[in-house]
C-alpha cells in the first residue's frame, strides 16, 4: 500500500511539473472510426483516421493517426477516461513515432521507454516504470 501511495505521489509530482506542457491535438483528418479495428487498420497502413476507442469498459482514449514521419507512423494519444488507473491520467495525451512491430511487441508498460514519443502520458508512465 505504502508502494501505491509513494507511485501515485510521483505521478503527481511529475503531471504538477510537467503538466502545463500538454500536447495540442491536432486537427481530424481522414478517416473518423468508431470502433478499435478501424483505428488498428488505420495505424496498421498509416492512413490519416481518428476517433475515441473504448478498448474496455474502464477506459476511454482519443487516438488519432497524423500519417508518416521519418519512416514511421506519428499517432496522437489521449486518456479521455480511465476509471481503472491507479493515478489520475485523464486528459493526459502524447504523440509518437512508431512501427506496427514496435508497438506490437510491447507487452507491458515497463516497456515503453524505448519508443520515440514524448507528452505528459508518456512522461508519467516512465515515472511509474521508474518507481516499479
Excluded: H, W
Excluded at 470502433?35 to 478498448?55: H, N, Q, R, V, Y
Excluded at 493517426?65 to 488507473?85: P, R
Amino acid at each position: 500500500m505504502k508502494k501505491i501511495a509513494l507511485i501515485m505521489l510521483a505521478v503527481l509530482l511529475v503531471l504538477l511539473f510537467f503538466g502545463c506542457t500538454t500536447v495540442e491535438r491536432p486537427e481530424p483528418e481522414g478517416t473518423e472510426c468508431t470502433d478499435e479495428t478501424c483505428f488498428a487498420k488505420g495505424f496498421l497502413f498509416c492512413d490519416k483516421s481518428f476517433g475515441e476507442i473504448a478498448p474496455d469498459l474502464d477506459n476511454l482514449i482519443y487516438g488519432q493517426v497524423i500519417g508518416k514521419e521519418d519512416g514511421k507512423c506519428k499517432i496522437y494519444i489521449e486518456v479521455v477516461e480511465a476509471k481503472a488507473s491507479p493515478v489520475p491520467i485523464d486528459g493526459l495525451n502524447a504523440i509518437c513515432k512508431v512501427t506496427p512491430e514496435e508497438l506490437m511487441a510491447i507487452k507491458d508498460i515497463s516497456e515503453v521507454n524505448g519508443l520515440d514519443c514524448y507528452g505528459p502520458l508518456f512522461d508519467a508512465a516512465k515515472t511509474y516504470i521508474a518507481l516499479q
